[in-house]
């Protein structure tokens, strides 16, 4: 089953690594791009590091990510001419289609969780459910694979640089991680915590995944870094349940998501897709409501935990 399940999940990585590819193409093609050569190979390089990055040795797609890290610092990658939404057929569609051009999103949700209960897992279920929506979508809008190319192009250029981050984020908490961060974390914690109170125990657990979060962009690339520099040192030593606590507290960093630019999937890709003017418009209308469950996971934490 495990060969099957890193198979399936290499297959889903090529299938994006083609995609990145195909927009490098599409933006080599465009002679009056103004970073066309910087542009395109961003996307190729990301391309190769999906599609072909687990074959190759890892010195050489550490190299073609510090590359793509250069490109992106000397701003060598804008976004282009893409294909734009012709509103009179959009407006159309929507007309026609209603409320079911929801059915694909809430299809993606739920085969992913009923696969994710299966041998294959939760990873290899969004890949399977993200291919069977995108197929339900094109039945549904009676789109052409054209018009499924254009748009995968559109939101990959629109997303840009961005759309790298939850891979790096992610990376980058393994490394604080094996780094010790996490004891050092402990440490600076143990002065400052009252031995014993679990009340402040759990404060400082939610918080630190919370601001952790906002740090690193990514509830799970903090979890493994704040649950051992500060879960199970101050919570789970008190007695804590490290189920209810650890549920608890990886949701307690979902509320660090909402507060920052670092979690591009939710607070870039809206922005841009929606074409906001504030580049923080998301974020600000999401803080009042991200304050507030962080003081109702303090809550649970301390009344279920213990």
Same mark, same amino acid.
């Given at each position: 089953m495990e060969g099957i399940v890193n198979g399936l999940l290499?297959?889903?990585?090529?299938?994006?690594?083609l995609l990145s590819i195909m927009t490098a193409v599409r933006v080599f093609r465009e002679a009056d791009h103004p970073t066309r050569l910087g542009t395109s190979a961003f996307w190729l390089l990301l391309g190769i590091v999906?599609?072909?990055g687990n074959f190759l040795p890892y010195l050489v797609d550490g190299i073609l990510i510090v590359l793509m890290g250069c490109l992106t610092f000397?701003?060598?990658v804008q976004i282009g001419k893409i294909v734009d +939404? *012709?509103?009179?057929?959009?407006?159309?569609?929507?007309?026609?289609? $209603?409320?079911?051009? &929801? +059915?694909?999103?809430?299809?993606?949700?739920?085969?992913?969780? =009923?696969?994710s209960y299966t041998p294959l897992g939760g990873q290899v279920g969004i890949g399977i459910a993200s291919i069977l929506a995108l197929l339900l979508a094109v039945v549904l809008t009676s789109a052409k694979p054209k018009t499924v190319l254009d748009d995968s192009d559109r939101m990959?250029?629109?997303? $840009?640089?961005?759309?790298?981050?939850?891979?790096?984020?992610? %990376?980058? $908490?393994? @490394?604080?991680?094996?780094?010790g961060v996490g004891d050092v974390i402990s440490q600076g914690i143990s002065g400052?915590?009252?031995? #014993?109170?679990r009340f402040i125990g759990v404060v400082a657990y939610c918080l630190g995944m919370m601001i952790f979060t906002m740090i690193m962009g990514n509830g799970f690339a903090a979890f493994t870094v704040i649950t051992a520099g500060i879960g199970?040192?101050? =919570? !789970? %030593?008190? #007695?804590?349940?490290? +189920? +209810?606590a650890g549920a608890l507290a990886m949701t307690a960093g979902f509320c660090g998501t909402l507060l920052t630019p670092m979690a591009a999937n939710f607070n870039a890709l809206p922005v841009a897709?929606?074409? !906001?003017? *504030?580049?923080? #418009? =998301?974020?600000? %209308?999401?803080?009042? @409501? %991200? &304050?507030?469950l962080l003081v109702i996971h303090i809550a649970l934490m301390y009344f279920w935990a213990f």
């Open positions: 290499e297959f889903f990585y090529i299938l994006i690594g999906f599609a072909f000397f701003k060598q +939404v *012709d509103d009179e057929k959009a407006e159309a569609s929507a007309k026609r289609i $209603g409320s079911t051009i &929801f +059915v694909p999103c809430i299809s993606l949700a739920l085969i992913a969780v =009923v696969i990959l250029r629109q997303v $840009g640089t961005a759309g790298i981050l939850p891979q790096l984020l992610a %990376a980058l $908490g393994v @490394i604080f991680n094996a780094a400052v915590v009252p031995e #014993g109170n199970v040192p101050f =919570v !789970m %030593a008190q #007695g804590g349940d490290p +189920v +209810v897709l929606l074409e !906001m003017k *504030d580049p923080n #418009g =998301v974020i600000k %209308a999401q803080a009042s @409501i %991200a &304050f507030l």
